[in-house]
């Protein structure tokens, strides 16, 4: 397959623009960019210099990125956060008033917006509220085989807020019954904290699947808007013609780095299974609450519950400083508050709210 023949014609045919830093390198009498001979604000621990435009992709970011993630560096498209990855996909890919993007309800928000937005059709198949929100397989691949407008196919796992997985067995499945047709686009924002494995091993051998990955979960490093693109060089070459010229910022770069260094490998490691420990106690301190119906523990790093009157219940943690998540425009899930796993400080507020809510009931 060619993913190119799937892409909008006319961001194929577009002469892509050229940058300075993308012309020639950052080094030398460097005349080029229209910048500033010298920086106002000094003292940046590594980088060229503020006054300097950052490389549009940097490069020694890549290789720990792809080395991370186990891929060949032209695999790799460094983005801000995957919103932006999600964001470009949806833009190279779906025609306004023509394509379409496949989700799978209730799931990240992300898909709906990025789709709106550039005017695609949005294929909506939805989970099912009886089996905790399960993903309805045949009516996805149903979905593609029917439907010749569908660019992009979302999946999520674990997904976003039912903290499922996505059975490879599927996957292998809709990626070979999309190939020529459309994208898979697998969003594994919250894999660090389950033990599947990653889906980017798969990369090589299919040119219509796009892992997508970010700094902001696992890596604790949600500020710094960092995420990545995992896909075949054809597929990122044609995000790389749409991305902005310098999409990320030069201490971004340098955060990022220091982020990804190895020495903070056991830290990350220490982190992740805080988190698991402390997601064990969240749930030993929401089951057996007389007003939680339903109690989906799912693979991340967050729970969902069906309660009864859970917009009361949101906005009586809320008066109490404890902010969970309620879903207010979403049909499915307005009996659902999705909670995050804290620090153990955070979830001894959760606790007394909860208590408190409880003893007035
Ligand atoms: N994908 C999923 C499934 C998410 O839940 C989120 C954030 N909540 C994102 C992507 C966005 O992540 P980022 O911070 O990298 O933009």
């Given at each position: ?12 045919a ?16 460097l ?11 000094t ?12 490389e ?14 186990a ?10 956060g ?13 025609r ?8 799978c ?30 993903m309805?397989?045949p ?35 809709l ?12 969003d594994?924002?919250?894999a ?70 190895d ?7 220490r ?14 301190l ?48 307005q ?6 796993v ?16 409880e003893?007035?009931?």
């Amino acid at each position: 397959m060619n993913v190119t023949a799937l892409a909008r014609p006319e961001i194929v045919a577009m002469q892509p623009y050229a940058s300075a830093r993308s012309e020639a390198p950052g080094q030398g009498v460097l005349l080029n960019a229209n910048e500033a001979p010298r920086p106002l604000l000094t003292g940046l621990d590594s980088g060229p210099g503020l006054h300097r435009y950052p490389e549009p992709q940097p490069q020694e970011l890549v290789a720990r990125l792809a080395e991370r993630y186990a891929v060949p560096r032209d695999c790799v498209l460094v983005t801000r956060g995957s919103d932006e990855g999600i964001d470009l996909l949806t833009r190279v890919f779906c025609r306004a008033g023509r394509d379409a993007v496949v989700q799978c309800p209730p799931t990240f928000g992300m898909y709906r917006i990025a789709a709106c937005i550039q005017g695609a059709d949005i294929v909506s198949v939805a989970r099912d509220p009886a089996r905790r929100f399960a993903m309805d397989e045949p009516a996805v691949l149903a979905a593609v085989a029917r439907d010749d407008r569908v660019r992009l196919i979302f999946l999520t796992s674990p997904n976003n807020p039912t903290g499922d997985l996505v059975r490879e067995d599927f996957l292998q499945k809709l990626l070979t019954a999309a190939a020529g047709r459309a994208l898979v686009v697998l969003d594994e924002a919250y894999a660090e904290f389950c033990a599947q494995p990653s889906a980017t091993r798969l990369i090589e051998a299919h040119e219509n699947l796009v892992v997508l990955r970010t700094l902001s979960k696992a890596w604790a490093s949600a500020g710094l808007r960092c995420g990545v693109v995992l896909a075949q060089p054809s597929v990122i070459g044609l995000l790389r013609r749409v991305i902005a010229p310098y999409p990320l910022a030069t201490p971004i770069i340098a955060l990022a780095l220091r982020t990804l260094d190895d020495g903070m490998r056991e830290r990350q490691a220490r982190l992740i299974e805080e988190i698991a420990r402390n997601k064990k106690a969240l749930i030993e301190l929401l089951e057996n609450r007389t007003f939680v119906n339903e109690l989906i523990a799912g693979e991340a790093n967050f729970v969902l519950l069906r309660v009864n009157d859970a917009r009361a219940l949101l906005r009586y943690c809320a008066d109490r400083g404890v902010i969970l998540r309620g879903f207010a425009t979403d049909p499915e899930l307005q009996d659902c508050l999705r909670i995050s796993v804290g620090s153990a400080a955070d979830q001894a507020a959760l606790a007394q709210a909860l208590d408190a809510w409880e003893n007035e009931r």
